[in-house]
């Protein structure tokens, strides 16, 4: 969702937000529509709706209401809907107005209801308060954005699943073991009295393997849940006349780029965002891959490069009719290990067969763009590269910040697990305590202020 501000929104401001405020927003894109809606929370809702409305409408009821200004004249006519708190999404008192989807009728009505007390929202305002009132856990308040934002039908379930709590449960879960390990670690060291050797009972070893080995699956749903979220940037790379625009086309399921005979038709680069199987693709097409003395081509060549360089994977494609020389074997080195997979197109013209096989330079894949043949198997093997297994039920979405929270509490886990070993107690405790603060961080049990700030700020604003 768009995040462009009308005429009546102040600059986005950094603080945090004021409860004693009342914000509004308008809560659907900008441009013409049907309707619009308008949204308002804070204290002076009851105050405010009785002064544009004339009265303060029935809880949870839509009804019809003339929106007026100052003198009185009519704005617009539409649905009026009141949410008392501590029931509504922000947990404060919200009022939602439905009207026609002009941006005069939505200026004019948020300038009116600016003169009444209200200030404009920033950026994810709305749901910063649902969260700062506990209606909504960190993990579901971002949840919400990643819905909003889902490329695939797959990302939108996994979104739903994190909205309705599943990650915070898992990440609960797992903190909640920390913490009773951290109690029983610590009450021993507090009381020595007692002379039990606490550090050689071999059940805090099995609670931290316990603890280990759900922190190790909880990591790696996140990570399916994370390339759900973002997807691949796919750059497919190759000598001009490989097939790249083709494939591209055959990805997109439409004439994106311009396919000829003459080498070097594609001088600039090419992106389209497509759902492969559910998973999202940012899909790159580059200039063909050669010496030049043109200008424009080189440069198209050099940018070629430079996206290649950034991506998450690569498909260096290649036509199959012919054998990979030294030149090719040579420029393949100037590729990123690990990121670029070797793709033999224009099979219906080689007659080998489609699929995939490992060979000692690594995975190769043998497709026609022109037919369609092996693009399941390339299909398939881009969700393995994403870390998505097959089917992805019961994923959760999940963001970078949720795994390298994850990453640095199995970090300290380990770092547990050796200061057991040595009897060190005290940086046991230790260890076992930045484990908990890494995890809490995910659903906001323990956070910042400057988090807080970075996450909302990315939202849309009526969010």
């Known amino acids: 969702m768009s995040s462009e501000e009308p005429c009546w929104l102040e600059s986005e401001r950094n603080a945090l937000s004021d409860s004693a405020d009342t914000i509004v927003a308008v809560a659907t894109p900008p441009g013409r529509g ?10 002076a809702v009851p105050a405010i709706a009785g002064e544009l409305l004339g009265a303060l409408p029935e809880p949870r009821r839509a009804l019809l209401r003339s929106f007026r200004d100052g003198a009185g ?14 029931s509504s999404y922000t947990g404060e008192h919200v009022l939602e107005l439905h009207g026609h989807g002009g941006p005069v009728v939505m200026d004019l009505l948020a300038a009116r209801l600016l003169s009444l007390g209200a200030r404009p929202a920033r950026p994810g305002e709305f749901t910063e308060r649902a969260f700062l009132n506990g209606r909504l856990d960190l993990a579901q308040a971002e949840a919400v954005a990643d819905l909003i934002d889902s490329a695939s039908a797959e990302a939108g379930r996994a979104a739903a699943r994190s909205l309705q709590g599943e990650l915070s449960r898992r990440a609960d879960a797992l903190a909640e073991g920390l913490a009773s390990l951290r109690t029983h ?50 750059v497919i790379a190759g000598r001009p006349n490989a097939g790249k625009s083709s494939l591209l086309n ?8 311009i396919v000829s005979e003459q080498p070097g038709t594609t001088r600039d680069v090419l ?7 559910g998973l999202p693709l940012e899909i790159v097409d580059t200039a063909g891959l050669r010496d030049s003395d043109e200008p424009v081509e080189r440069e198209g060549v050099r940018r070629a490069w430079a996206e290649v360089q950034a991506a998450d994977r690569v498909l260096l494609l290649i036509d199959d009719r012919y054998e990979l020389d030294d030149a090719d074997r040579l420029g393949r080195a100037r590729f990123p290990a690990g990121r670029v997979t070797l793709v033999r197109n224009k099979i219906d013209l ?16 043998a497709i026609s763009a022109l037919t369609g043949a092996g693009l399941e198997a390339l299909s398939g093997y881009l969700r393995a590269s994403a870390g998505l297994e097959t089917g992805g039920e019961g994923l ?32 046991l405790a230790e260890e ?12 906001g049990r323990i956070t910042s202020e400057d988090l807080l700030g970075r996450i909302f700020s990315s939202f849309c604003i009526g969010k």
Request: charged letters at 30%; aromatic letters at 4%; a negative charge.
């Open 34 to 43: 049907g309707i619009a809606v308008l949204r308002i929370s804070g204290p």
């Open 73 to 86: 004249e009519l704005i617009d006519r539409g649905l009026a809907l009141y949410f008392p708190a501590p």
């Open 185 to 234: 670690v610590e009450a021993a060291i507090d009381f020595p009295e007692e002379e039990i050797d606490f550090l050689a009972d071999g059940e805090i070893g099995r609670q931290l393997a316990t603890i280990a080995s759900a922190l190790t699956a909880l990591r790696a749903q996140a990570r399916q849940g994370q390339a759900l979220r973002d997807g691949l940037v796919l």
């Open 250 to 257: 055959r990805l997109c399921g439409r004439d994106t780029a």
């Open 271 to 277: 992106r389209e965002r497509v759902s492969l199987d």
């Open 350 to 365: 080689s007659g080998r067969p489609p699929g995939l096989r490992e060979t000692a330079d690594g995975t190769e894949l």
């Open 396 to 427: 959760f979405s999940a963001r970078r910040r949720h795994i390298a929270a994850l990453d640095l509490a199995a970090e300290h886990l380990g770092s547990a697990e050796e200061r057991l070993a040595e009897g060190a107690g005290e940086l």
């Open 432 to 443: 076992l305590r930045r484990a908990h603060e890494a995890v809490a961080e995910i659903t």
